[in-house]
């Protein structure tokens, strides 16, 4: 009689003979050779991202108020500025972890783990350009390339229907991946190309 087998579906390295959930992504072991069963997601599981995202409205309103009056350029620039930052900095907290979750679906970290390992230094980069309006436009170039390539492999784990975690904050959360996350995606490619728009006007 064969032994019986549990196995992460992200990280098939770890096996152990009862159910449980992975030490790395914290994802609920399934048995081998089946495929990992489609749960429903609430509100509960985005409220990391929900609150991330409050606290990078809340900074970029506070900088449009200091600046006295609306400004688009201006408000998109620290938003997306806020937002490398925030998640940049979250990747880190385990940048090993992070690309381990990243490697699974982005479609240049599948090919090089150097990659993915750059990928949160990438993002700070991104983040003082935005902040310190440094090199603005090529900054917004490389935001929408970014942007775009991750939304491709983001679109295509979900046309498959894998039921994996979401690396936008790296593995400090269990955010599911869900078209939230292709969403999130398009709207900073979408911002980061009225900013080349405007820059180029």
């Not at 409205?57 to 620039?77: P, S």
């Not at 381990?100 to 350009?129: C, M, N, Q, V």
């Amino acid at each position: 009689m064969m032994d019986v087998l549990y196995v992460c579906p992200m990280h098939p390295e770890v096996r152990q003979p009862q159910p449980g959930k992975c030490p790395k992504c914290g994802m609920d072991l399934v048995l081998e050779g089946s495929k990992p069963i489609a749960t429903k997601q609430t509100i509960k599981d985005f409220l990391p991202l929900i609150i991330i995202f409050l606290v990078i409205f809340i900074l970029t309103g506070a900088m449009v108020w200091r600046l006295g009056h609306w400004d688009t350029m201006f408000a998109m620039r620290y938003f997306e500025g806020f937002f490398f930052l925030l998640f940049g900095i979250f990747k880190l907290f385990n940048w090993k972890g992070f690309v381990d979750a990243y490697s699974t679906y982005d479609i240049i970290a599948k090919r090089s783990r150097f990659y993915a390992y750059f990928y949160p230094l990438i993002e700070l980069g991104l983040a003082a350009g935005y902040l310190f309006s440094f090199q603005l436009l090529a900054v917004a170039w490389i935001t929408l390339i970014l942007m775009l390539i991750g939304s491709v492999g983001v679109a295509g784990e979900l046309k498959k229907k894998n039921q994996i975690p979401c690396a936008c904050l790296g593995v400090v959360f269990k955010i599911p991946m869900t078209w939230v996350t292709f969403i999130e995606d398009i709207l900073m490619a979408i911002m980061a190309a009225v900013m080349i728009a405007f820059l180029q006007a």
